[in-house]
């Protein structure tokens, strides 16, 4: 297997080439968007919130692989969970999730999401979230 | 020398030219000189004999490793003086690079000199260092800043530049070549134009000057700012050129040691020019390492240079085109398009692409190029650029074209 491939698995391209819950949410309790201002990419997520728990999540953007495929895996495992548990999701869950050797250049790529998560529902500073 | 000479015109080897740069040793192919270009031996060396043979400060003392250093930092001066043919020494300050060369007219001459309502045209194509301190400035005395749009073809509109020249505007800023869409600009005809109108001009020299050299009294602009990192020089120091009669009118940029002639608590009175606007120690070693860079292109010699980046050029954008989806930015090949190939590939991120053949040892740049306004007007978040240089050979060209096959194979 070719170095690229290794590190485009095919999980990764499906996930961005077959985003999923990828869109808006009409109404959403949470909305919030993220640039990298290293690229212009950008990523946003509306959550519908019941009761503390996440019934829907969408995300909209544009990006490269690694950050849309990110957004996606994300998405998924953000669904049905409390706001709570979901607060606890960190850079290495994201990163463990990939489940690739990410370089220091495209860190920022795979964890758009994560900073919009953090940023959107819990109102962490950006400039916080950076740091960590 | 890398030269050899034919009837009249000096070709150049390019392998005896990239026997001088040791990186090549490693094997990458490195197409991203617009970003910062790699530098030889003769300029790596220059630096190394100041640090190992007469380390001191200039200026300042009277023995002999200082009068060494301040005899080599002043002859560089004099070789950047010949370099874009200016009238005297005292016109080429040193600064830290084009940024600073830009900020310096910016907050010197422009806080002097630009009022409330005044204009200040620039360019929709500027690297955001000939654009933010126009921008800052303009907020600062509520001057009005307006920006030339690109044609299709990314070209500066020069109806549009026409029209904004009857308006009578105070300053002209654009680029001598665009760092995103590889256009030459037509610098000669735009700087009489706004001269012709009482407009100061400022060219960004960065990508121009390594790759064609820059005559000042030939172009007749008032400053020309470039970087030493570009053209085979160390990072850290870049020049700004100024007619002397502006220089000598403006007010110091930053103040402190060496921009002096007298300093008592009730007032100081300031060096004469070029030292007036070079306060503090000096990068004495990347000064003299400019120097040798400047030796080393105009030993080589710009015909010789552009003619290399030329077929080069024509050679990357021909295989280029042949790949489906991909679509390049700016000029097609012609004596306006210089070797800075921006493009995309649809369905694949550049920031992929740049991954995928950094895994193959190509080098290129990926994203916004500091050219973001460009970006927006492209109607794109990013490109991927190669750009080329005096040392680029059709191997490299050749690994990118195959880097970028095999990105469209994995992503296709």
Known sequence: MAADEQFYREYILDHYKNPRNFGRIEAADITHEEYNPLCGDMVGMDFRVRDGVIEDVKFHGRGCAISQASASLLTERLKGMTLDEAQQVGKDDVLEELGIDISPARLKCALLSLKVLKVGAYGLAAEEEDEQ | MATTSTSSTKTLDVESVRRDFPIFETGIAYLDSANTSQRPRQVTGAMQEYFEKYNANILRAAYGISETATERFEGAREKVKRFVNARSAKEIIFTSGTTESINLVAYSWGRANVRAGDLIVCTVMEHHSNLVPWQVLAAEKQARLEFVDVDQQGRLRQDQFQALLEQKPKLVAFNQISNTLGTVNPYREMTAAAGSAGAKVLIDGAQGAPHMGFDVQDAGCDFYAFSSHKMCGPTGVGVLWGRRELLEEMPPFMAGGEMIKVVRLEGTTYADLPHKFEAGTQPIAEVI????????????????????????????????????????????????????????????????????????????????????????????????????????????????????????????
């Open chain 2, 289 to 412: 390492g400019l120097g040798a860079a400047v030796d080393y292109l105009t030993g080589i010699g710009f015909d010789a240079i552009r003619a290399h980046e030329e077929q080069l050029t024509e050679y990357a954008y021909e295989a280029l085109t042949e790949i489906e989806g991909l679509r390049i930015f700016g000029p097609p090949l012609g004596p306006d398009r210089a070797g800075v190939l921006s493009f995309d590939v649809a369905g694949i991120h550049p920031h992929d692409l740049s991954t995928i053949l950094d895994r193959n040892g190509v080098c290129v740049r990926s994203g916004h190029n500091c050219t973001m306004p460009l970006m927006t007007r492209l109607d794109v978040a990013a490109v991927a650029r190669a750009s080329l240089y005096l040392y680029t050979t059709k191997t490299e060209v050749d690994r990118l074209v195959q880097g970028l096959k095999e990105a469209k194979r994995i992503f296709e």
